[in-house]
């Protein structure tokens, strides 16, 4: 009976650390999959030419995190957006497309990405627009030689975290034990 008791206090203890550090991983699989979700946004339209609207329709429906409500928002306005530029002949598109970047990008991400990670973003985002695929790829490049070092620095204190927290959760549930055997 003791030793069970003993089990589940340890594993309470895991629980726990595992626990304490969700937020940590949760930010750095949204900084990666945000690299990986643009990288392939910029692949694609290079690759494929697809309109910005349908390119944010498919990947909104490929993600299930946080980006799923960004890009399927930016696909509702831009659609909408759409229809009225064609009414009312829109003569600057691109700027309205950057401030709806900018605006559902810090309405959807932030509270979970950081200032400097919001501006690398929006520098990705207000590349999409640009029709040079040689600036696309060279846009990408930059931004990633910076994001990459940044989503790395963000695993590494998230892992320092995770083994920190359990080893004082750990810790205390040992202690937990002795003081109760």
């Known amino acids: 009976m003791k030793i069970t008791g003993s089990l589940c206090i340890l594993l309470v203890g895991f629980m726990l650390s595992q626990r304490l550090t969700l937020p940590m991983k949760e930010h750095v699989d949204i900084l990666q999959e945000g690299h990986y979700l643009f990288g392939r946004i910029v ?17 909104a429906t ?20 759409t229809e ?6 829109c003569i600057e598109p691109e700027l ?6 900018e605006k559902l990008l810090k309405e ?48 590494k204190r ?7 927290s359990r080893v004082l959760c750990l810790s205390g549930s040992l202690l937990a034990i002795i003081i109760l055997i």
């Open 43 to 59: 692949a694609e339209i290079r690759a494929a030419g697809l309109p910005l609207p349908d390119l944010f329709a498919r990947i």
């Open 62 to 81: 490929e993600t299930k995190t946080s980006w799923n409500t960004f890009f399927r928002e930016m696909y509702e306005e831009l659609s909408i957006g």
């Open 84 to 89: 009225q530029a064609r009414q009312n002949l």
């Open 96 to 101: 309205e497309f950057t401030d709806l970047f």
């Open 108 to 155: 959807t991400m932030g509270d979970l990405l950081s200032q400097e990670e919001i501006t690398l973003f929006l520098q990705i985002g207000r590349g999409l627009i640009s029709e040079d695929m040689i600036f696309h790829r060279e846009n990408m490049r930059q931004i990633s030689s910076v994001l990459e070092p940044m989503i790395a620095d963000a695993r």
């Open 158 to 164: 998230y892992r320092d975290r995770l083994r920190l």
